[in-house]
């Protein structure tokens, strides 16, 4: 007997109520559970801690705790146990991004997003991968990463980087390029499910959370650089 899989469980935080409800209409219609709305950051991070979702979706800017703050509480390095975190904001700037990261985002939209592309980065973020909106480029993250570098960077292929094989430093290279599972399979002429299989152990062995810290890791070692 198939046992039926569990509903994605999702937090919506948002300081306008209609944008709320607007969220929390569309992800029902595609079957997640949401399970609690929050008007600021500090009901983000209070209801984020007591319910425990899947994804929390969160605004960049409310009232009191701003959603930086709050994803830093909920993913950063200091969080016992790091939530998933999609930023979505009207708020296109580079710093947005380079602060959503640094603060342990797992993904960022723009709001412009469609609903299917909000509902598949709630996916996306849920199943353990990272999530950049389209609008905002890997040339983006890689000078986000390119700010923390050290001046005289390891080459790459020591530090962090010696405990990976060489089809991991691959599928590496490709993951900071900004491809898709689908497109690292194509690329190294494997299955889905060995790039997944290659991702994971990238993860684990480099210490990594998800893909947006492999990408920014792949940037600062300078095993890719933001001009390609």
Not at 31 to 54: C, I, K, N, W, Y
Not at 67 to 92: S, Y
Not at 109 to 125: F, I, M, N, S, Y
Not at 182 to 210: H, M, P, W
Request: charged share 25%.
């Amino acid at each position: 007997m198939t046992v039926p899989e569990r509903p994605v469980r999702v937090l919506v935080c948002d300081d306008q109520a209609l944008v709320r409800a607007g969220y929390a209409t569309i992800f029902a219609g595609y079957g997640f559970d949401v399970v609690g709305e929050a008007p600021d950051g500090t009901a983000a991070v209070r209801l984020a801690r007591e319910l425990q979702p899947d994804v929390v979706v969160m605004d960049v800017h409310m009232p009191g705790i701003d959603g930086i703050e709050a994803t830093r509480l909920l993913a950063g390095p200091d969080a016992a146990t790091p939530a998933k975190v999609l930023v979505v904001t009207t708020f296109h700037t580079d710093e947005n991004v380079y602060e959503a990261l640094r603060a342990g985002a797992s993904g960022f939209l723009l709001k412009d997003a469609t609903p299917d592309q909000l509902v598949e980065g709630v996916r996306t973020v849920a199943a353990g991968e990272s999530l950049i909106s389209p609008s905002v480029t890997r040339q983006l993250i890689g000078r986000y990463a390119t700010r923390l570098r050290p001046s005289a960077p390891a080459p790459a292929d020591d530090g962090p980087l010696a405990v990976l094989t060489p089809r991991e430093r691959e599928a590496l290279t490709l993951i900071a390029r900004g491809l898709s599972n689908a497109e690292i399979a194509a690329e190294l002429v494997v299955s889905r499910e060995t790039v997944k299989t290659y991702v994971s152990r990238i993860l684990t062995k480099l210490d990594l959370r998800d893909r947006v810290q492999a990408v920014v890791l792949a940037y600062r070692l300078g095993l890719v650089s933001a001009d390609g």
